[in-house]
């Protein structure tokens, strides 16, 4: 399991340092869906980019199964960005793209298979393993990132705000394939998100940080129904909802 | 990069100059010292630096050679010189500017200080410190300019690359542990390549003309070796008695150096520089028939009106219209919805209503009116005075309509100065009035502070303060809360819904999120792929009668939402608006297509219960249970 420890983030020396991420602990246990919710600049997103390496961490430990990542090793933590647009190689095709993720020691005769097979675990057409990302929807692409990070077979996916750049019509579709992955190869996955009608659908568990600051953390039901902290409340209050009655077929 | 781009732009005017001349210089290159090579070298007796005739255009040189013959055998060497001192600067330049990448911070550091110390050194004063120790000579000269010529580019490099570097393709490579040569080679490189080859191709010309100049100067090609710049210097000294001989060589630099810095520009325009250059722009004038006789609505009562609104943007083949036939009515006090995915036209209608569409795309409708008046007769200065006064605009992004090096108070003033020719103090006093409407605490001291002082939701509630300036009775808000937070948009929405009530104005709600809208709205019109497909009330919207409406309704996941199912999406994506289906374009995602919608497109039609719907198989409230 992931374990982050007294996580402290600090961008910028004296007076005019920002603290990001405020002594924060969490852990994600292996086959658990764990979702971090909070607003913009709540460090949700600098927590996790710390996790992996992508943050300078100022203080605090991350710990993987008990003891420290190995920089050197396959890296039991993977990364879906924001936008599929950005986090795609465009002069890359897809296939070029899922097959950086595969284990250096895989040999090259099963490549092309387990590019395919991934393809079809995201619900991709395997014919589609030679086209770049232009030629794809958000959706797609987002299912390429997916399929690129899986290949690497983590322990730990996380997810940060991987459908806020999708419209919510496709939304739906990838949400439902994480969920899918995640019952099936029993990853675990660090779900951020700002919008909580969503994490509390694919979540176990939910943290709440708010300026850098965990402030609320518990199971799902928990947090949704009996929230301890107003400013968990708050959020639950502004979730839009179709008022005009059940909307729902 | 498309074929039929690239055609089209070896086929402009600069396109064909430019592929002719580059061909006429190779073939020259080529050819010449193979079929002229001899007769460059042979003494032809008696005629010393003899002036233009018959059999030497340009004259003969001081040996009596000719020096036609001797200026394009020349063009050979002189090219492929000024390509070794791109080819050789390019090499280094790549390899100091990415270096940084692939090391780490500190020593990434350390070669960039490098590199700046030496751009910062004169080329010229470089490249000839370095022909000195190299020693005379061709190869002296190349290596000197090329070393010369390596540190700027060695700078575009280093500039584009650490760009790529942060994306998070790159982020992401890190992370599965791709090693450092391998980014570089496989993810930073070939996404700086067009640049860096647009830059090369047009210093040739330079690298020419410096080879040139090295020559010229003795510290170039020597004798019996001989370049355009060794002919310069050679016939210079007779430049009275026969300026022909140093007008050949002098001209076949400039053409040559013309050539390459063409090509550059043509390679700018191909690998995507120019944007509408090679776009088949929508005609300016319409054909469209005359407007529809405006019957008059109650004064007042009717704020916007338009009617049959189609946008039309250039395609690479041919114009399309990403908008057709968009029709609206809001009345005084009205909040009305206006929903689609991203690409179903909604933005460009927000900005077609505001007047706002900009070249080179075209906005045209039969009829639009604000508070009665019709645009398209009205005066362009009495025009501008209207959507100035009765019209404010709220974008996504509230930073685009605030200057960030002007004060908050003194932007908003501006607006009733320039609108209302109120004085100065009255303008501010309103100002502050209108922050203090949109709720911003302390709105004194807040007017004095400029834009980045401001938090995001105070942006936007001091952008919505700028339309506020004057008594606007319509406000187009164009996905206003979709850049903020939860708990801020629940502010900034109920901020519009109070203004509406409270000044009467009518606001055109545009967003992603029917959520958002059936909230706020009292109307939503539903838009897809470029088209209204249903109108209807918002209480109306749990039996909305299109199928995608209620698609995207049930896409929508909220706080009651089972969690132990599958979430409700839409499969497909939307069609793009160059290439729409012949029928309905929402027959291919939709479960109740049938042969009739692939081929026919269904046009809006009343559907009851004060609604219009766009559909061959609309989901009526009675059958509802059967659907």
Known sequence: ???????????????????????????????????????????????????????????????????????????????????????????????????????????????????????????????????????????????????????????????????????????????????????????????????LAVVRYIADSIAVMKSGRLVEHGTTEDVIERSAHPYTKQLLEAVPTMTMGNGRS | MSWSRTRHHLSSPLGVVTVALLLLLVATAVVAPLLLGDRATEIAGGALQAGPSAAHPFGTDALGRDVLTRTLVATR??????????????????????????????????????????????????????????????RGAVLSMAIA????????????????????????????????????????????????????????????????????????????????????????????????AALAPSIMIVVAGLAFVLAGELLTQVLGGSQHGHLRLPSLRSQRRDMAPAETPPPGEEVLRIERLTVTVPGETAPFSPVVDVSMRLRRGEIVGLVGESG???????????????????????????????????????????????LAMVFQDPMSSLNPTLKVGRQLAEVAETHERLGRRDAW??????????????????????????????????????????????IVADEPTTALDVTVQKEVLGLLRRISRESDAAVLMISHDIAVVAENASRVLVMYAGRVV???????????????????????????????????????????????????????????????????RPELADSGGGGAVACWHPLLPVLESEA
């Open chain 1, 1 to 195: 399991m992931l374990e982050l420890r007294d996580i402290v983030v600090r961008y910028g020396h004296n007076q005019g340092a920002v603290t990001a991420v405020d002594e924060v602990s969490l852990t994600v246990a292996a086959g658990s869906v764990v979702g971090l919710v909070g607003e913009s600049g709540s460090g949700k997103s600098t927590l996790a980019r710390a996790a992996v390496g992508l943050a300078p961490l100022t203080s605090g430990t991350i710990l993987w199964k008990g003891a420290g990542l190995d920089p050197r090793g396959r890296p039991p933590l993977q990364y879906v960005f924001q936008d599929p647009y950005a986090s795609l190689n465009p002069r890359m095709s897809v296939g070029a793209s899922i097959a950086e993720g595969l284990p250096r020691a895989s040999g090259r005769q099963e490549r092309p298979a387990r590019v395919t097979e991934l393809l079809e675990m995201v619900r991709l057409d395997p014919g589609d393993v030679h086209k770049r990302p232009r030629q794809l929807s958000g959706g797609q692409r987002q299912r390429v990132a997916i399929a690129r990070a899986l290949a690497a077979e983590p322990e730990v996916l996380i997810a940060d705000e991987i459908t806020s750049a999708l419209d919510v019509s496709v939304q739906g579709a990838v949400l439902n394939l994480l969920k899918e992955i995640q019952t099936r190869t029993g990853v675990g996955i660090l779900f951020i998100s700002h919008n």
């Open chain 2, 344 to 390: 179903s036209g909604k933005s460009l209608t927000a900005m077609a209503v505001a007047q706002l569409t900009s070249y080179p795309n075209v906005a045209e409708a039969d009829v639009h009116q604000i508070k009665g008046n019709e645009l398209r007769r009205m005066r362009p200065r009495d025009r501008e005075r209207l959507l100035g006064t009765s």
């Open chain 2, 429 to 474: 006093r309103r100002a502050v009035d209108r922050l203090s409407a949109v709720l911003i605490t302390d709105p004194q001291a807040r007017a004095k502070q400029y834009p980045m002082a401001f938090s995001g939701g105070m942006r936007q509630r001091a952008s919505i303060a700028m339309g506020l300036m004057a008594q606007p009775a319509l």
């Open chain 2, 149 to 244: 010529f390596a540190p700027s580019f060695a700078r575009l490099t280093h500039t584009t690359a650490s760009g790529v570097a942060n994306a998070d393709y790159v982020s992401a490579a890190r992370l599965l542990r791709v090693p450092r040569w391998r980014i570089l080679i496989r993810h930073v490189i070939p996404n700086i390549s067009e640049p860096l080859v647009i830059n090369a191709t047009s210093q040739v010309g330079a690298a020419l003309l410096s080879i040139s100049a090295l020559s010229y100067i003795g510290f170039g090609v020597q004798p019996p070796q001989y370049d355009w710049g060794r002919m310069l210097a050679d016939g210079l000294p007779a430049i009275y008695t026969n300026p022909a």
């Open chain 2, 534 to 600: 249903e109108e209807l009330p918002v209480s109306g919207l749990a039996e909305a009668a299109h199928p995608y409406t209620r698609a995207l309704i049930a896409s929508i996941p909220d706080m009651s939402t089972d969690r132990s199912r599958p979430l409700a999406n839409i499969p497909g994506r939307p069609p793009h608006a160059s290439d729409l289906p012949p029928g309905c374009a929402f027959a291919p995602r939709c479960g109740r297509a049938d042969d009739r919608c692939r081929q026919a």
């Open chain 2, 77 to 138: 060497l002189s090219l492929v010189l000024a390509l070794l001192v791109v080819g050789i600067g390019v090499a280094c330049g790549l390899i100091i500017g990415t270096v940084p990448v692939v090391l780490g911070r500190r020593a990434g550091r350390a070669v960039v200080a490098v590199l700046n110390l030496m751009v910062a050194f004169p080329g010229l004063l470089l490249a000839l410190f370095l022909a000195m120790i190299f020693g005379v000579g061709a």
